[in-house]
């Protein structure tokens, strides 16, 4: 089975500092996704990455980075943590193989920004 | 724009009836397309997929209906059950080769017993 893995699935950070979310994958996938999920809103995608060191924007990457510097794990780095990034965030990774679409999520981390 | 939509934020259901999600999509270069369940405390599980050559997939309890003239999508779970209580995302991928997927906003089902 594949298994996603957060480094965290509760955070409470203060306003302006710098967070880093990590994400773990076991299943030698290509690609890997970060998300936030919010009440009528689904989720969206915040950035992704398709191989090691390689990054692309989603559809919200205003106020976030990733790093992608070995394959099994991507962060997500909030450079200054502002209350609108109150959220749920998802990673997920996938296999990356053309007509592979099914996308593998780890169990969220719920952060809080004070 | 919200380019998948899920209209019904929310969907109660008898046990042992049908129920049956819907989803709407504006993007025709979409060609697959997929069911996602999330418990609370829990990221979204896969749970079935249908692509755009096919207008119907089955999986047990649950097939996926696509109709592409309509760009319209549903879910039916026959017969439900209590633990199908959850919320249920549509996504679609674009054609764009990076399988990215676009979610709707989801429905929750609520299964009474």
């Known amino acids: 089975d594949v298994k996603v893995t957060q480094s965290s699935r509760y955070l409470v950070k203060r306003t302006g500092e710098k967070v880093f979310l990590e994400c773990v994958q076991d299943?030698?996938?290509?690609?890997m996704f970060w998300y936030r999920q919010d009440p009528g809103l689904g989720l969206r995608l915040i950035y992704f990455?398709?191989?090691?060191?390689?990054?692309e924007k989603g559809d919200i990457p205003e106020g976030y980075s990733v790093s992608r510097e070995k394959k099994e794990r991507f962060s997500l780095i909030l450079e200054s943590a502002s209350t609108n990034q109150t959220s749920m965030y998802l990673c997920?990774?996938?296999?990356?193989?053309?007509?592979?679409?099914?996308?593998?999520f780890g169990p969220g981390t719920r952060l809080t920004v004070t | 724009d919200q380019q998948v939509k899920q209209n019904s934020p929310s969907l109660s259901v008898q046990e042992g009836r049908i129920s049956i999600l819907n989803c709407d999509y504006t993007n025709s270069m979409f060609d697959y397309f997929l069911w996602y369940k999330k418990y609370p405390a829990e990221g979204p599980t896969f749970l079935i997929s249908?692509?755009?050559?096919?207008d119907k997939n089955e999986d047990g309890r649950f097939t996926v209906f696509l109709n592409k003239s309509a760009k319209h999508l549903s879910l039916h779970i026959v017969p439900s059950q209590p633990g199908d209580s959850a919320v249920y995302f549509c996504?679609?991928?674009?054609?764009?080769?990076?399988?990215?997927?676009?979610f709707g906003t989801g429905t929750r089902l609520l299964v009474s017993p």
């Open positions: 299943m030698d996938h290509e690609n």
């Open positions: 990455s398709y191989d090691v060191k390689m990054k």
């Open positions: 996504a679609a991928s674009p054609n764009t080769g990076f399988q990215k997927l676009v």
């Open positions: 249908i692509s755009s050559i096919k």
């Open positions: 997920a990774s996938s296999l990356g193989d053309m007509g592979s679409y099914e996308q593998y």
